[in-house]
């Protein structure tokens, strides 16, 4: 039987028609080897951007389903486009956005998740030898509106199809190499990885590394398929694989280090002390569709019996939040202010290889007090440590720990699994 490759674009790899023919290119070679081909493009370039500054430039809060119906189009513009690149080298091709591809998403606007993919019709043009262009970023409700699943989410789209069709892979091409140990731009010494697993993929992408929108990720682990990031420019360079950690060699305690410049800090100050309230609070945000990432709750001032509460959110939420809060500050008896502070990062460490290994999190401390870096806020997972900290020192302390945690080599594969002496 034919093997299917799903092959996702990047909005860089489609920026104009130039890129486009690259595109093309890259799709009929895979083609060409044999394999049935399902390709998801991204809107070209900036396209979404710009999509959403006039939309800006109209109303302060659009409303969520006007943006969806806005930021789609961009997307249906790159598929016909390409398909017509596809087509014009003698290869049979035809586009789809996401109503004629079937896919199923919840009711949500900006934030869909898939439920379905109708895989009938997709299978039928493969079988006919066809090549199938798909909007990526885009769904239908089951009324027919359209929804999308927030920014960067074509890569989610194409990782949702290859699980539908039992794709063979699903290959991410964009404009970087593959994934590194952290930013290149931050830390130029960044290394590649040859290969990552979900868990620590999916802990770096929560953390703000930009690669991989993260619930691609999510969708990929629980599908089991396997994942290539690869640039669309470079070729010869076969990118980082993304596979089950049960594949994996663990030989080093951190594989990366992210930052995230995109959340807002959130303190509500004097909460009375008593059950119910973080639950009601949180509740409420949840009923919003917020979603809340780092949570610290004071211990409670014996003097005035209230605590308080801060948290972190995506920058994106902010108004939102500070109206659903205002809305609560009665009902649960706040009595102090609603700080916001923008200023700050989350740099986090991510490594399956911490599991087990003593001294992770102290390194991580002691790396940041050495260069005067001061810790707001702390949270952990199984693989990941994240602190909160100023922004202004965000790269420094990125810089730092990527030293600490033996990363700034130029061959992975060389580090060893022994934390080095601090
Ligand atoms: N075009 C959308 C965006 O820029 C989706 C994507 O690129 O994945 O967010
Ligand atoms: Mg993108």
């Given at each position: 039987m034919r093997k299917i490759i799903v092959q996702k674009f990047g909005g860089t790899s489609v920026a104009d028609t130039e890129k486009i023919k690259n595109v093309a290119k890259i799709v009929i070679k895979e083609k060409?080897?044999?394999?049935?081909?399902?390709?998801?493009?991204?809107?070209?370039?900036?396209?979404t951007d710009y999509l959403?500054?006039?939309?800006?430039?109209?109303?302060?809060?659009?409303?969520?389903?006007?943006?969806?119906?806005?930021?789609?189009?961009?997307?249906?513009?790159?598929?016909?486009?390409?398909?017509?690149?596809?087509?014009?080298?003698?290869?049979?091709?035809?586009?789809?956005n996401a109503m004629q591809a079937g896919?199923?998403?919840?009711?949500?606007?900006?934030?869909?998740?898939?439920?379905?993919?109708?895989?009938?019709?997709?299978?039928?043009?493969?079988?006919?030898?066809?090549?199938?262009?798909?909007?990526?970023?885009?769904?239908?409700?089951?009324?027919?509106?359209?929804?999308?699943?927030?920014?960067?989410?074509?890569d989610t789209s194409a990782v949702a199809l290859a699980a539908a069709l039992n794709a063979e892979r699903c290959d991410i091409y964009t404009d970087v190499e593959g994934v590194y140990t952290t930013d290149p731009r931050v830390?130029?010494?960044?290394?590649?990885?040859?290969?990552?697993?979900?868990?620590?993929?999916?802990?770096?992408?929560?953390?703000?590394?930009?690669?991989?929108?993260?619930?691609?990720?999510?969708?990929?682990?629980?599908?089991?398929?396997?994942?290539?990031?690869?640039?669309?420019?470079?070729?010869n360079n076969l990118g980082t694989l993304i596979l089950g950690v049960d594949k994996m060699e663990l030989n080093k305690p951190v594989a990366g280090v992210a930052q995230d410049l995109s959340q807002a800090r959130i303190v509500v100050c004097d909460v009375p002390d008593k059950p119910g309230v973080a639950a009601k609070l949180f509740s409420k945000l949840a009923s919003e569709n917020i979603s809340v990432d780092m949570i610290i709750q004071s211990y409670a001032r014996k003097v005035s019996n209230t605590n308080d509460i801060a948290f972190t959110i995506d920058k994106s939420d902010l108004n939102k939040t500070l109206v659903a809060l205002e809305s609560l500050k009665a009902e649960i008896g706040v009595t102090g202010?609603?700080?916001?502070?923008?200023?700050?990062?989350?740099?986090?460490?991510?490594?399956?290889?911490?599991?087990?290994?003593?001294?992770?999190?102290?390194?991580?401390f002691e790396t940041l007090a050495k260069q005067g870096v001061n810790i707001r806020m702390i949270s952990t997972s199984e693989i990941k440590i994240s602190c909160l900290v100023d922004k202004a020192q965000s790269a420094q302390a990125?810089?730092?720990?990527?030293?600490?945690?033996?990363?700034?080599?130029?061959?992975?594969?060389?580090v060893k699994g022994d934390l080095p002496n601090v």
């Open positions: 060409e080897n044999g394999n049935d081909v399902v390709v998801v493009v991204s809107a070209m370039g900036h396209t959403v500054k006039m939309a800006k430039d109209l109303s302060p809060n659009p409303s969520e389903r006007e943006m969806d119906m806005l930021l789609s189009t961009g997307e249906g513009v790159s598929i016909a486009l390409l398909a017509m690149a596809i087509q014009s080298q003698g290869y049979d091709a035809v586009s789809y896919i199923l998403t919840e009711n949500i606007h900006s934030k869909a998740r898939i439920l379905d993919i109708k895989t009938d019709k997709l299978k039928q043009n493969l079988k006919d030898g066809k090549i199938i262009v798909i909007a990526g970023f885009q769904g239908v409700t089951e009324e027919g509106e359209i929804t999308t699943p927030g920014r960067g989410g074509s830390v130029p010494h960044a290394s590649k990885l040859k290969e990552i697993s979900y868990e620590e993929m999916l802990e770096l992408a929560h953390a703000g590394a930009n690669v991989l929108h993260p619930r691609s990720v999510e969708t990929a682990k629980l599908n089991n398929v396997p994942l290539r990031v690869r640039s669309s420019f470079k070729l202010d609603i700080e916001v502070d923008e200023n700050i990062a989350k740099v986090s460490i991510v490594g399956a290889g911490m599991i087990d290994r003593p001294g992770v999190a102290s390194l991580m990125v810089k730092a720990l990527h030293t600490a945690f033996n990363l700034d080599c130029c061959d992975i594969a060389d």
